[in-house]
T-cell receptor, first 109, second 114 residues
Framework: GQQLNQSPQSMFIQEGEDVSMNCTSS?????WLWYKQDPGEGPVLLIA?????ELTSNGRLTAQFGITRKDSFLNISASIPSDVGIYFC?????????FGKGTRLSVIA | GAGVSQTPSNKVTEKGKYVELRCDPI?????LYWYRQSLGQGPEFLIY????????DSGLPNDRFFAVRPEGSVSTLKIQRTERGDSAVYLC????????????FGQGTRLTVV
């Protein structure tokens, strides 16, 4: 089946730093999604991408759908303590969604 | 309620027992999804309902797992003869459009099989 490789697995950053994480697939997708999950909660959708090459922002978050349709990245600018959590990418060619294993972000004040 | 509600929040059961996990979707959402999230992993699709019928149950791992949605609203995920490997967070999501890319997740039920 389809597999997503998400990296890094975890990262520790200072408050105010920019963050970058990415997701690669062994096969093409026509939709990429990025979610954030806090402890004890379900994932919350941050950004959805539907077209190769698309670059979309949501506040301090920016995500891009790779031209090859096999990758996507998420950037967070000027991180703040509430950015702490696990970030998941998810891709879809046909249903259902396939999720990565997540990037755990820790922010040091 | 305003969001997807799952009960119980936590469930501890003994190996071999039967469990039921409940999901109350957002009112008016016709599509409902169940996922399983093991420790350190992303959510993994189990089953998708459109209305009362299971439109896609290809993610159910074996015949010990079953889900129903008899009136097209509340759904129950049922696990028979639980095994320690069933321990995970079971997430439910619902969407009004029928697209899983537009679904909202509940907080999950953490199932521990001892």
């Amino acid at each position: 089946g389809q597999q997503l490789n998400q990296s890094p697995q975890s990262m520790f950053i200072q408050e105010g730093e920019d963050v970058s994480m990415n997701c690669t697939s062994s096969s093409i997708f026509n939709t990429w999604l990025w979610y954030k999950q806090d402890p004890g909660e379900g994932p919350v959708l941050l950004i959805a991408l539907y077209k190769a090459g698309e670059l979309t922002s949501n506040g301090r978050l920016t995500a891009q759908f790779g031209i090859t349709r096999k990758d996507s990245f998420l950037n967070i600018s000027a991180s703040i303590p509430s950015d702490v959590g696990i970030y998941f990418c998810a891709g879809q060619l046909t249903t259902p969604l396939v999720f990565g294993k997540g990037t755990r972000l820790s922010v040091i004040a | 309620g305003a969001g997807v509600s799952q009960t119980p929040s936590n469930k501890v059961t003994e190996k071999g027992k039967y469990v039921e996990l409940r999901c109350d979707p957002i009112s008016g959402h016709t599509a409902l999804y169940w996922y399983r999230q093991s420790l350190g992993q992303g959510p993994e699709f189990l089953i998708y309902f459109q209305g009362t019928g299971a439109a896609d149950d290809s993610g159910l791992p074996n015949d010990r797992f079953f889900a129903v949605r008899p009136e097209g609203s509340v759904s129950t995920l049922k696990i028979q003869r639980t095994e320690r490997g069933d321990s995970a967070v079971y997430l439910c999501a619902s969407s009004v459009t029928g697209r899983d890319t537009e679904a909202f997740f509940g907080q999950g039920t953490r199932l521990t099989v001892v």
